[in-house]
């Protein structure tokens, strides 16, 4: 089936430095990219989104990139703060309809002060 | 205020005892979903739900049942439950863009089976 791979699983940074999670999907129908944060106790919230027509797309000190070819996106934070501390998913849509999306395992983020 | 509400939060249940887990949203929205969240396994889809009685499987539907009688609520349904059903569960509905949007979680409802 279908699947998406994120790496790295954790991350630890220090305050103000930048942190960069990885992922890959299978599906070449594959057309939306969304990133969920999930701080702990909390429910997933999604901080970013990507379609597959456009390349790059920042808010504030986050920014997502999509190389279609490679068929692998990226989440790009930069001067992490403490608050950023939490789990990441990416995920992908399934197919052309896109009426799901397969989640990768998520990457636990640390950034100590 | 908009939101997905989940019931029960937390339930302690034994092997086979039928229980149903709620959803309800107050969006208006089409799409609804279920995930099961477990350690090192992340979000795994298990139901979708397009429209009223529109419903589809995801990853791991096995053991699971869901009904979509009504837009706003999407219930889950475990006939028979059995430990390896123990996890978080999360509801999440959103919009139908002609692609999956911005999905809105539910708090999450965590389920022991003993």
């Known amino acids: 089936g279908e699947n998406v791979e994120q790496h790295p699983s954790t991350l630890s940074v220090q305050e103000g430095d930048s942190a960069v999670i990885k992922c890959t999907y299978s599906?070449?129908?594959?057309?939306?990219f969304p990133w969920y944060k999930q701080e702990l106790g909390k429910r997933p919230q999604l901080i970013i989104d990507?379609?597959?027509?456009?390349g790059e797309k920042k808010d504030q000190r986050i920014a997502v990139t999509l190389n279609k070819t490679a068929k692998h996106f990226s989440l790009h934070i930069t001067e992490t703060q403490p608050e950023d501390s939490a789990v990441y998913f990416c995920?992908?849509?399934?197919?052309?309809?896109?009426?799901?999306?397969?989640f990768g395992k998520g990457t636990t983020l640390s950034v100590s002060s | 205020e908009a939101q997905v509400t989940q019931n029960p939060r937390y339930l302690i249940t034994v092997t086979g005892k039928k229980l149903t887990v709620t959803c309800s949203q107050n969006?208006?929205?089409?799409?609804m979903s279920w995930y099961r969240q477990d350690p090192g396994l992340g979000l795994r889809q298990i139901y979708y739900?397009?429209?009223?009685?529109?419903?589809d499987k995801g990853d791991v539907p096995e053991g699971y049942k869901v009904s979509r009688k009504e837009k706003r609520n999407f219930p889950l349904i475990l006939e028979s439950p059995s430990p390896n059903q123990t996890s978080l569960y999360f509801c999440?509905?959103?919009?139908?863009?002609?692609?999956?949007?911005?999905?809105?979680f539910g708090e999450g409802s965590r389920l022991t089976v003993l």
């Open positions: 995920a992908a849509s399934i197919g052309q309809a896109g009426t799901a999306l397969i």
């Open positions: 969006m208006n929205h089409e799409y």
């Open positions: 599906d070449s129908a594959s057309n939306y």
């Open positions: 999440a509905s959103s919009f139908w863009q002609g692609n999956t949007g911005e999905l809105f």
């Open positions: 739900s397009m429209n009223v009685e529109v419903t």
């Open positions: 990507i379609r597959s027509n456009v």
